[in-house]
């Protein structure tokens, strides 16, 4: 399981990596649909994938603006969501943290140009 967490992105930038990954790792979960929060908070939109090896290959999805993403589990699931996102998006790595049994990777994501 890896926890996906968004920030710097607006509801339907948030919605189009949501959906990359459901597509690319199908699951039987409703989609989520991102909510703007109240007031005038910054947001942040998680979700969690169950990534499995046999994933759906994605092509270049767009986006509006630049988007923080912040993967956290396990070493295979997160190198595997990160795959998943490289097929949609241009990816930068911004740090990483690793623990005995899971990891962290900061992303930013980009339109495939």
Same mark, same amino acid.
């Given at each position: 399981? =890896? +926890?996906?967490?968004?920030?710097?992105?607006?509801?339907?930038?948030?919605? /189009?990596?949501?959906? =990359?990954?459901? +597509?690319?790792?199908?699951?039987?979960? !409703?989609?989520? =649909?991102?909510? $703007?929060?109240?007031?005038?908070?910054?947001?942040?939109? /998680?979700?969690?994938?169950?990534?499995?090896?046999?994933?759906? !290959? /994605?092509?270049?999805? !767009?986006?509006?603006?630049?988007?923080?993403?912040?993967?956290?589990?396990?070493?295979?699931?997160?190198?595997?969501?990160?795959?998943?996102?490289?097929?949609?998006?241009?990816?930068?790595?911004?740090?990483?943290?690793?623990?005995?049994?899971?990891?962290? =990777? $900061?992303?930013?994501?980009?339109?495939?140009?």
């Amino acid at each position: 399981m =890896v +926890t996906v967490s968004l920030t710097g992105t607006s509801r339907e930038d948030a919605a /189009t990596v949501f959906d =990359v990954l459901r +597509t690319a790792f199908p699951t039987d979960r !409703p989609p989520e =649909v991102p909510e $703007d929060p109240p007031g005038s908070r910054p947001a942040v939109w /998680t979700a969690e994938f169950a990534p499995a090896d046999d994933r759906i !290959p /994605t092509g270049p999805a !767009p986006l509006e603006g630049p988007v923080s993403a912040t993967l956290q589990g396990g070493y295979l699931a997160v190198d595997l969501l990160r795959e998943a996102l490289n097929g949609a998006f241009a990816v930068q790595e911004r740090g990483t943290a690793s623990g005995d049994q899971e990891k962290e =990777v $900061d992303l930013r994501l980009g339109a495939k140009r």
